[in-house]
């Protein structure tokens, strides 16, 4: 089955910094790639995707790239907010698999004022 | 409401008694799914319900573990004979979009924070 890393799992920025979250996935069969943002007490949302037909997506401060031959994307905050802290989770699926998704471990981001 | 609606929103139990958690998915969301978050952990699969079709239940880790999904609206999770290992935070979710689609837009309730003691 897929399995999905993230790296890191905690990171710290000072605010207006840049941020960056890696993923690596092992299917590569899986074509859809979803970022989560969870914050305390919350379930995940849903803050930005990419498919694997696209290499790049970007929706104002955030931004997703996709590499498929090295199979790994990451996810890119630009100018970090105070309310950009949470826990950003990668997640990997592909159509066989319905809308199953696979999630990475997780990334605790804290932006420090 | 508009959202994923689950409850409780907190519970605890002994360890061996049974427990059921509820969730209300978003109306007219086809696909339902369950997944597990132990503490400072990702995501873990458990379930998925899509209409009418048998559910994807490769994920769930024991066979004290079932659910079910009653009039393709509200499912129900139970634990039977609970462990202290199952304390984490149930997490529903519904999507619009069924198998095949690859839309894969999940959209999660808050989640039933559970406690074996």
């Known amino acids: 089955g897929e399995n999905v890393e993230q790296h890191p799992s905690t990171l710290s920025v000072q605010e207006g910094d840049s941020a960056v979250i890696k993923c690596t996935y092992s299917?590569?069969?899986?074509?859809?790639f979803p970022w989560y943002k969870q914050e305390l007490g919350k379930g995940p949302q849903l803050i930005i995707d990419?498919?694997?037909?696209?290499g790049e997506k970007k929706d104002q401060r955030i931004a997703v790239t996709l590499n498929k031959t090295a199979k790994h994307f990451s996810l890119h905050i630009t100018e970090t907010q105070p309310e950009d802290s949470a826990v950003y989770f990668c997640?990997?699926?592909?159509?066989?698999?319905?809308?199953?998704?696979?999630f990475g471990g997780g990334t605790r981001v804290l932006v420090k004022p | 409401g508009a959202g994923v609606s689950q409850s409780p929103s907190n519970k605890v139990t002994e360890k061996g008694k049974d427990v059921e958690l509820r969730c209300d998915p978003i109306?007219?969301?086809?696909?339902l799914y369950w997944y597990r978050q132990s503490l400072g952990q990702g995501l873990e699969f458990l379930i998925y319900?899509?209409?009418?079709?048998?559910?994807?239940k490769s994920g769930l880790p024991s066979d004290r573990f079932s659910a079910e999904r009653t009039g393709g609206s509200v499912s129900t999770l139970t634990i039977q004979r609970t462990q202290q290992e199952d304390s984490a935070v149930y997490l529903c979710?519904?999507?619009?979009?069924?198998?095949?689609?690859?839309?894969?837009?999940?959209?999660f309730g808050s989640g039933t924070q559970l406690s074996v003691l």
């Open positions: 979710a519904s999507s619009l979009a069924g198998p095949g689609t690859g839309s894969g837009k999940l959209f």
């Open positions: 299917d590569s069969a899986s074509n859809y």
């Open positions: 990419i498919r694997s037909n696209v």
């Open positions: 997640a990997a699926s592909r159509k066989a698999a319905g809308n199953k998704l696979t």
């Open positions: 109306s007219g969301h086809t696909a």
């Open positions: 319900f899509q209409g009418n079709s048998a559910p994807d």
